[in-house]
Structure formats: C-alpha cells, structure tokens
T-cell receptor, first 116, second 114 residues
Framework: NAGVMQNPRHLVRRRGQEARLRCSPM?????VYWYRQLPEEGLKFMVY????????ESGMPKERFSAEFPKEGPSILRIQQVVRGDSAAYFC??????????????FGAGSRLTVL | QQQVKQSPQSLIVQKGGISIINCAYE??????FPWYQQFPGKGPALLIA???DVSEKKEGRFTISFNKSAKQFSLHIMDSQPGDSATYFC?????????????WGLGTSLAVNP
C-alpha cells in the first residue's frame, strides 16, 4: 500500500499561471481532504470531497480555486491565475468510508507551490 | 474564530523531561480528539486519539488526558527524546451530521534538547 500519493512534490509557477495539484488517496479510501499550510502556521482546511461530490468547501477561496474528485483518477486541486500569496504547502489526506479507521486521516507528503 | 485553541505555540524541553501541550474547545458536539505529529517536510501523521467517554489514553510514552467538564485535553510526552522534536497539532471532530471534517489547533513546535 503506497499511502497517499501527491504530485508534484514541488511546483514553481509565475504569477497568472495555473497550478494543478494531484492526490491519489490510499487504496480503499473514498474521502479526500485538502489543506493549505504556510510556514510556521497550522493547517488550514480547504475542501472535503467524496467520489464525484464536494461535501464541504467552506475553506476554499471563492475565486480561482477549485477541486474535484472524479469517479476515476486522482483528486485535483486547481488554482487559476496564481498570485504570490498562493505560495504554500498543500496537503491532501484521505480516509475510508467507515469502520474503525473512518476518523483517521492519512496525509500525503504535500505539494509545495512557489509562485514567482 | 478559533474553535480549538492550542498552547503553547512553542516548547523547549530537555531530554528525559515531560512535554505537555494543551488544547481547549467550545463545541460540546465534538466527539473525537486526535493528536497529529508533523516532521519538517512531511505530512502530519496520527499519533494518538481519544473519545470523550474516557479521561485518559496511553500509548507508550504518549498520553492524552481529557477533561470533559472543562472542555480541555492535553498531550503528555514522557521521557521526551530529541527524535520527538516536531510540530504537534490537536484537532476535534463534530460528531453530528455526515461531515467528518476535523477542526485543528494552530500547532505547537516542540524542540527536545539533547
């Protein structure tokens, strides 16, 4: 079991470009969460998705940010027209549907976005 | 509005000492309280978790103490080691409804001096 896989691990974009971050959850997990972390700060919740559904996007900026978790393939966090303030580490976590592990989030190693 | 308040922001402990990190919450609907450990450059990993029907849970050198009436819970690391140096996050989950989103504290940076 490869765990939660995020790619790319590092991404550099110029202002105005688009950033796409991918997350493949653990095998058997159908819940995905995206978080943003700035240096020396905590985890900021962005969005919670199940397959083909957004459950909670209360932490996602209304503009430029979107997320999806299609029936097939990884979850994608998309940031359009990036600005310097988008520079951060973006973490994905997954959890199973039910059972004793339903509350446990397994995190990926993160994608570090740098906007020049 | 910070629903889970964590303190201290940073902590320095000597090797062999006890590290104590505290969290407080307001929402009595919270029913699950995990602690996560994060090393630099890595994602957080679950360390230990507790439900409000018990007052203490111990796993090795790590203990959660839970005070339901005070709405507080704390992480104790006994015999702290330099390898424990990391950032620790407390969190809480609202048991009502279908949303399993965790509410996170802002983290505590722990440094254990050799």
């Amino acid at each position: 079991n490869a765990g939660v896989m995020q790619n790319p691990r590092h991404l550099v974009r110029r202002r105005g470009q688009e950033a796409r971050l991918r997350c493949s959850p653990m095998k058997g997990h159908s819940h995905v969460y995206w978080y943003r972390q700035l240096p020396e700060e905590g985890l900021k919740f962005m969005v919670y998705l199940q397959k083909e559904n957004i459950i909670d996007e209360s932490g996602m900026p209304k503009e430029r940010f979107s997320a999806e978790f299609p029936k097939e393939g990884p979850s994608i966090l998309r940031i359009q027209q990036v600005v310097r303030g988008d520079s951060a580490a973006y973490f994905c976590a997954s959890s199973p549907v039910g059972g004793s592990g339903a509350n446990v989030l397994t995190f990926g190693a993160g994608s570090r976005l740098t906007v020049l | 509005q910070q629903q889970v308040k964590q303190s201290p922001q940073s902590l320095i402990v000597q090797k062999g000492g006890i590290s104590i990190i505290n969290c407080a919450y307001e929402n009595t609907a919270f029913d699950y309280f995990p602690w996560y450990q994060q090393f630099p450059g890595k994602g957080p990993a679950l360390l230990i978790a507790i439900r409000p029907d018990v007052s203490e849970k111990k796993e090795g050198r790590f203990t959660i103490s839970f005070n339901k009436s005070a709405k507080q819970f704390s992480l104790h690391i006994m015999d702290s080691q330099p390898g424990d140096s990391a950032t620790y996050f407390c969190a809480a989950r609202n048991g009502a409804g279908n949303n399993r989103k965790l509410i996170w504290g802002l983290g505590t940076s722990l440094a254990v001096n050799p």
